[in-house]
């Protein structure tokens, strides 16, 4: 069975940064593609970043990019999503899900994701 566990959320500031941790067990994070969602309230959940088996290739919503990165670290089976540069309207409660496929695409629709953590909340204060 497999199992996401989000953490690392919080309040921040406006300009600060949040490191996200998805600690994955039942499945080893170098043999699925792995993602970070985000959803607020009465809005549809939105890609963040995503990230291959072999974490060769990296996808990034636009509205991120340049100021998160998301890597694996394949020893601990956690996936980490460095968010920088925080703005007001990144607060969202944000899952990690994983899709139990080894190909080479960075996925950034929700429905091609098996697997999803209960999601942690980032709210950034302006």
């Known amino acids: 069975q497999v199992q996401l566990v989000e953490s690392g959320g919080g309040l921040v500031q406006a300009g600060g940064s949040l490191r996200l941790s998805c600690a994955a067990s039942?499945?080893?994070?170098?043999?699925?593609?792995m993602g970070w969602f985000r959803q607020v309230p009465g809005k549809e959940r939105e890609f963040v970043a995503a990230i291959t088996w072999n974490g060769a290739i990296t996808n990034y919503a636009d509205s991120v990019k340049g100021r998160c990165t998301i890597s694996r670290d394949g020893a601990k089976n956690t996936v980490f999503l460095q968010m920088s540069s925080l703005k007001a309207e990144d607060t969202a409660v944000y899952y990690c899900?994983?899709?139990?496929?080894?190909?080479?695409?960075?996925?950034?629709?929700?429905?091609?994701?098996?697997?999803w953590g209960q999601g942690t909340q980032v709210t950034v204060s302006s």
């Open positions: 039942g499945r080893t994070v170098t043999s699925a593609t």
């Open positions: 899900a994983l899709r139990p496929v080894v190909d080479n695409v960075p996925w950034s629709e929700h429905h091609r994701y098996d697997y």
